[in-house]
Nanobody
Framework: QVQLSESGGGLVQSGGSLNLSCVASGSLSGDYSLSWYRQAPGQQRDFVAGITSFGTTNIASSVRGRFTVSGGNAKDAVFLQMNNLKPEDTAVYYC????????WGQGTQVTVSS
């Protein structure tokens, strides 16, 4: 079983930056991916960025150029550097671990004021 611990959310002004962290523990053997999703009030949960255990990264076009995803050296973490934040980036950001099943973190709130 996998456990996820997220941190780094908060309140920031438009144009500011935040760095989200997600650390995974537990059964991490085999191929897997660690990803960030976000969900604004009344909206669906959308993919933001992710990294596989091979080191392959992917970023949603809506945030490309502003957000960067990276992994930990031990391949047990994923980080999301968010720059030039906009009010529309306000959401709860969730970490997801995927191997043969999906495991979600509890989410961390990101609020961008205008």
């Amino acid at each position: 079983q996998v456990q996820l611990s997220e941190s780094g959310g908060g309140l920031v002004q438009s144009g500011g930056s935040l760095n989200l962290s997600c650390v995974a523990s537990g059964s991490l053997s085999g191929d897997y991916s660690l990803s960030w999703y976000r969900q604004a009030p009344g909206q669906q949960r959308d993919f933001v960025a992710g990294i596989t255990s091979f080191g392959t990264t992917n970023i949603a076009s809506s945030v490309r150029g502003r957000f960067t995803v990276s992994g930990g050296n031990a391949k047990d973490a994923v980080f999301l550097q968010m720059n030039n934040l906009k009010p529309e980036d306000t959401a709860v950001y969730y970490c997801k671990h995927r191997d043969w099943r999906d495991t979600w973190g509890q989410g961390t709130q990101v609020t961008v004021s205008s």
